[in-house]
């Protein structure tokens, strides 16, 4: 093959495969908490100025109670424990889970997108 011939052959493998494993790999959690949720949450300890509580640590933590963040009446008083039952309720449809709560936001992820960012959301420390 000469070498312009092969070079064209080379790159349209590569196209192929690019193409490929961008339609077949799903997001990992990391990647779907990047897409749907950083922009309004931080995962560090230290207070940050995005419009949304940090969200480190959140297994076993009670809802509305980080210092420092000025939470929604609703959020703060609904005694809710962040757990994957409860995490999934309220990332599914938030104003059903708790009525009147301050997080402005319609989950753009499929049910099975949803459950694999919340279960990596949970083992951040
Ligand atoms: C447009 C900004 C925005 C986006 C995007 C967003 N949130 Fe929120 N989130 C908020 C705000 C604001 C609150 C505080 C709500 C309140 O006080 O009622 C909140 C609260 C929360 C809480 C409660 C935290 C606590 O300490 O009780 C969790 C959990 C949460 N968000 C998870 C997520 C996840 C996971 C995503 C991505 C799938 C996400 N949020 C996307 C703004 C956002």
Do not use: K
């Amino acid at each position: 093959m000469r070498l312009w011939a092969r070079a064209v052959y080379l790159s349209a493998v590569q196209l192929g495969l690019l193409s490929a494993s961008l339609q077949a790999a799903p997001l990992n959690g990391e990647q779907l908490y990047d897409v749907a949720c950083n922009a309004c949450h931080s995962l560090g300890t230290a207070p940050d100025r995005r419009v949304g509580p940090a969200l480190s640590g959140l297994l076993n933590r009670q809802a509305g109670t980080i210092d420092g963040y000025q939470f929604s009446e609703a959020l703060s008083a609904s005694g809710w424990i962040w757990r994957l039952p409860t995490l999934l309720a309220w990332l599914t449809d938030p104003d059903a889970a708790i009525p009147n709560n301050a997080m402005n936001y319609v989950n753009p992820l499929t049910a099975e997108e949803t459950q694999r960012l919340s279960e990596w959301l949970l083992r951040q420390p």
